[in-house]
């Protein structure tokens, strides 16, 4: 089993900044990539940021320049630092690590941008 907790969510003004963190512990093998994902009210499911072991980086079109993905393979841990926050990124935002025993989703955590 792999289990992932989520941290860093919460409520922030138009402008500012979060930091979350995903860290994956259990029977673990050979991670191969690091992602979030967010899903907001009424809409799918949807890919913001993602990191492979080998050092490449995607992220949705509507993140870029103002979210960066970064992870530690030493402490199965991935991060996503959010700035210049918008209101359209209010969302449940979610961890999501595949290795060689599948994919594993966290259990979200709430990111709401309001003033």
């Known amino acids: 089993q792999v289990q992932l907790v989520e941290s860093g969510g919460g409520l922030v003004q138009p402008g500012g900044s979060l930091r979350l963190s995903c860290a994956a512990s259990?029977?673990?093998?050979?991670?191969?990539?690091m992602a979030w994902y967010r899903q907001a009210p009424g809409k799918p499911r949807e890919l913001v940021a993602r990191?492979?072991?080998?050092?490449?980086?995607d992220y949705a079109d509507s993140v870029k320049g103002r979210f960066t993905i970064s992870r530690s393979n030493r402490k199965n841990t991935v991060w996503l630092q959010m700035n210049s926050l918008k209101p359209e990124d209010t969302a449940v935002y979610y961890c999501n690590v595949a290795d060689d025993s599948g994919v594993h989703w966290g259990q979200g955590t709430q990111v709401t941008v309001s003033s």
């Open positions: 259990g029977s673990i093998f050979s991670i191969y990539v």
């Open positions: 990191s492979t072991t080998i050092g490449s980086t």
